[in-house]
Structure formats: C-alpha cells, structure tokens
C-alpha cells in the first residue's frame, strides 16, 4: 500500500508537494463509523475531483457530540485504520471539535467535497469562511441512497442501541481488567469496557487496553505519592461523563476517588478488594490474612463510598490459606477468584440497573 498522510502536518506536506507540482487536494470530513458501499462510492467521487483526498474524521468525542452517547460505534484510531487502507484515501487527519475549520486553515485544500442535502449556502458559515479565505473550491456530491451507518445499524436490528458501558481505572498489572474483557468477550458479561484510566503512564493497564482498541488514557495524578488531586478528580469524572459510562469498576486503582467521580455515578462506582470485607481494609490484605493466622481468605467487590472499602458487599469468593503458603501464592490464588467475582459481580449491577 503506498504511504497514507496520517497527521496533519504529513497531509500538509502531501498538500504543498501536490501543489508545487501543479496538482489539487481534495478534502473532505465525515465520522465514518460503519463504513459502507455509499462511503466507498462517495469517497472515490470525492478523490476524482482532484489529484489526492484527505479525509478530516471526526474525533470520538467529537462523533458523540453529534450523533449522541451511543457513537461512535468503533473508535477514532479503528476507523482511522479503515480509512487510511481505502485506495481513495491519500491522507486522514482526526478532528476535535463539530467543526474542521482548524483542519481547513491549515490545509487549505484546493477542493472542499461535501456530501448530504448541504448547499453551498448552508454549509456552516465558519466552515464556509474558512474555505473562501483559502480560496477553495466547494463541491457538494450526492449521497448514495439507502446507505448509511443508521441504516446499517437498523439492518443489524441494534438501532444504534449500545451495550452498557463501563469505565475501567487501574493502576498496575490490569488482570482484573483483562477478565471483565474476557468476559465480554466470552458473552457472560453483556457490555463493553468504554475507557481505561490510569494514574500511573506505564502501567500495563494501559497497554493493555490500547492492544484490545479500547481508548487509554494517563491522567496525571498531582504531585502527592498517594493522593489524587482534585484536578485529577475532575478530569477522571469528566473523562468518564464524557464516554458515556454507566458504571465505574475500581480494577486495582491506588488512590482514593472522592466526590466528583463518586457523585456523577452515585452506588455505580465498584472496587475488588483482595480480602473478605470488613476483614483486612487497606493495602497488602493478603498479607494481613497471612499475619493473622486467617485458615481462609478471599475477595470482595463493593460499591465504592466516601470511607475506604466500606461500601455495600455485592459479591464475595473464599479461597483457602494453606500450610505452605507465602504472600505470593496466596495473593495468586485471591486474584483467580477475584477474575471470576469481579465481572459475576458487575453483570448482577448491569441487570439490575436494566
Ligand atoms: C487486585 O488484587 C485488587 O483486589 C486490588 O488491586 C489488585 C489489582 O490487580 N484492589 P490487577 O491490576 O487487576 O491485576
């Protein structure tokens, strides 16, 4: 495959090659979600109105604010991916924003395609400003009839309906994460995990939800060891808000989460704690069980409330200590049951939020 524009400055190289050589850009936007035959033949039209076409796609966030909480159905880095492999498409540059008049400034593309019922005249005023001060030339195409990702979707019998969504933070090894997936994926847990967060920027967590295609983000924590800031606090419930969860599973998360998380998702915070609650609160439980002599030990999920793994038990499993065991062993052993407790415990949530 020849060599795709992937960000904006590679797409404003290609633009200023093009044009030395006499040649025309070609750009247009869209979200692109479920691509389909009416995408195709728009695309290449498109790309036929000039040498080479660059795509503006919507950012997720941006999809969501035009098409609701249920959209995008793939995300920004997939449906990029898509793009860039069409042989019509020389370059794609994701977009934040409703509007690509950023995208549009600094392009400046020789020719603008625009599909739909748009006429030039009601094309967005800033968008349309944008594209005279370049010096554009504007192109409305028709839409192939029938075909669309909201007729796909009614064809699939979904109707845009999207499974529950659910907010996964974590601060290590994310097994716990990776079971809810696995989960999901074997069809026991019926949802899909939104978005992972995590205070911590190497944390496998993270690169394991990036390798599954699920948005992953780093939010940075403040400069206290083990406390979360309260911008941290924000920015994590905004984030959360914003992706359209419906619930939010603490997958070892180290810091503790306070109002603004708490009170945007009152009872639906979750967290598995690797003892059997009220026994051994805090850190290293296992540990404690061990230390205390403790003939079994296990692991709770509970809904998370303003005091530290005191909220309501919704799912427990035991496991025995044995005679031989060390903190490793026994901490392996909780984390099996937690595997299985933990999505057990947010499909019973998921049910009984309906
Ligand atoms: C789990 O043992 C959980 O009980 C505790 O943190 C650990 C997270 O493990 N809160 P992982 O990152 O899910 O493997």
Redesign the pocket.
Known sequence: MREKARTLEEARALRARLDAAGKRVVFTTGCFDILHAGHVRYLAEAQALGDALVVGLNSDASVRALKGAGRPINHEADRAEVMAALESVDGVVVFDGVRSTAVIEALQPHVYAKGGDYTVESLNPEERGALEAAGTEIHILSLVAGKSTTATLAKMGTDGQRKPRIGVL??????????ICRAIERGTLNAEVALVISDVEEA??LAGARSRGIDAVFVDPGDHPNRLADPAQKEIADRLKAAACSIVA?????RVIKAPVLQAFPGKVL????SLLPKHKGRD??VKALEAGDVEAG?TVHTVTAEIDAGEILEQRRVPVLPDDTAESL?AR??EA?HEAYPTALAKVLAAIG
Do not use: R, T, Y
């Not at 974590?170 to 079971?179: I, L, P, V």
């Not at 603490?250 to 180290?254: R, T, Y």
């Not at 967290?271 to 690797?274: L, Q």
């Open positions: 974590g601060s290590g090894k994310g097994s716990n994460f990776d079971a496998p967590i603490l997958a070892g998360f180290m967290n598995i704690h690797p439980a296992w692991c901490f909780i984390q937690e």
